[in-house]
């Protein structure tokens, strides 16, 4: 299931077409934020991210996030479940089969969940001066593949974070461990040391989306 919306009044609004079709598992939800903060506090107290003044868009964010993804759990008749956080501030349900996935890159925020095994997504804006940063994160094939193209780059750079969060192994080198074919097919399907996983993507106007989640 893949709903991009925005919610402004009590029905959807469909922004966004989208080809995709993940597996029965799989569950994202994409969100354009045109609201304001009260409209997405509408989770769990406990769910609530910690408040900086200093960066209230991030706390924008961070709470449509959280929004969808409740509105997820509720989709998915989830009872009664605990938002938590590790040490390292990856999100998961406390003694859930539900895997869960959190992105944002304002205006755009999105949330997955997968029963039974880790689920990735990532949001990247386009426009990102991510050229600067290829050699850091490419492999050397991916490099010379990609390093001219943009949206390639753009891509590749989603791709590697949304694979990251569904591998859940932290210190795994973007460059080193996780390679990616060509973006040939839909899903691509990216080798990470001994795991293969499925990465489904989508291009629109003003952002690239990817989910990742091993086969």
Not at 136 to 141: I, K, P
Request: hydrophobic share 40%; proline share 7%; charged share 20%.
């Amino acid at each position: 299931m893949v709903i991009l919306q925005a919610n402004s009044f009590d029905m959807p609004q469909i922004l966004f077409q989208t080809s995709l079709s993940l597996p029965d598992e799989w569950h994202v939800m994409v969100w354009h934020i045109q609201e304001d903060l009260p409209y997405f506090q509408k989770f769990p107290t406990s769910w609530a991210p910690s408040q900086n003044s200093k960066h209230p868009q991030k706390f924008l964010e961070s709470c449509a996030a959280r929004f969808c993804l409740w509105k997820l759990c509720q989709q998915m008749e989830i009872n009664q479940p605990i938002f938590q956080q590790d040490e390292r501030n990856r999100p998961f349900l406390q003694d859930s089969e539900w895997h869960i996935s959190l992105t944002h890159a304002y205006p755009y925020t999105a949330a997955a969940i997968r029963k039974d095994q880790p689920i990735g997504i990532d949001v990247e804006k386009k426009g990102r001066k991510i050229k600067p940063i290829s050699m850091r994160f490419l492999a050397s094939e991916e490099y010379e593949r990609w390093h001219s193209n943009d949206l390639a780059l753009t891509r590749a750079w989603s791709a590697k974070e949304a694979i990251y969060k569904a591998m859940a192994q932290p210190g795994l080198s973007f460059q080193e461990e996780i390679i990616l074919p060509e973006f040939a097919q839909n899903p691509i399907i990216a080798q990470v040391q001994e795991s293969e996983l499925q990465v489904f993507w989508e291009d629109f106007d003003a952002f690239v989306l990817t989910i990742a989640g091993q086969i």
